[in-house]
């Protein structure tokens, strides 16, 4: 019900994400952007679609637009951390978790963390820049796992930006073949 709920939520965000234009488009971005960090199960590459225009370069409105959203998720991924940090504290949440129907823990700890603790803040930061793949798990996942904001704020930002640019030079790739 919940899943539902937010996915016609984030449905309808992500279409006031495609139509976000000026300064309060930006906004939109980072709070778009924020909230996929840690509740929205839904793309996070829907922001390059916003037609932004604060610059008569496109390519500095696209710049503008992943510097935007990589901040955007930065925060929303500290702000999951934080969350993550008290659900360390409290032992029975991550008995739930390790007893839910999708055993998060073990799924992550098998997928995501392996990759991190194996090249540290920087294998996150790979794991994030996968394009289309929801990293809200990935996110959660760590933050249970770890304990500094600075290094975790800092990887899911150049995960993020990673993520964007490689969304673009596929997608700027396949338009000039075809």
Not at 45 to 52: D, G, M, T
Request: aromatic share 12%.
């Amino acid at each position: 019900m919940i899943g539902t709920l937010l996915s016609l939520f984030g449905g309808g965000l992500e279409a006031v994400v495609e139509s976000a234009t000026g300064w309060g488009g930006m906004a939109v971005v980072f709070a778009y952007s924020f909230l996929i960090a840690f509740v929205l199960p839904g793309p996070s590459e829907v922001v390059l679609l916003a037609p932004i225009d604060i610059s008569p370069s496109p390519a500095a409105n696209l710049l503008g637009i992943m510097l935007v959203s990589a901040t955007g998720k930065a925060v929303g991924s500290l702000f999951a951390f934080h969350i993550g940090q008290e659900a360390k504290r409290a032992g029975p949440v991550v008995r739930w978790l390790r007893r839910s129907r999708f055993d998060v823990v073990a799924w992550s700890e098998t997928r995501s963390v392996q990759l991190a603790r194996r090249y540290g803040y920087g294998g996150l930061a790979v794991a994030l820049s996968v394009p289309f793949f929801p990293d809200t798990i990935s996110i959660y996942a760590f933050a249970i796992l770890e304990t500094d904001y600075a290094k975790f704020a800092v990887a899911t930002f150049l995960g993020s930006l990673g993520r964007l640019a490689i969304t673009v030079g596929l997608f700027g790739g396949l338009t000039a073949v075809v």
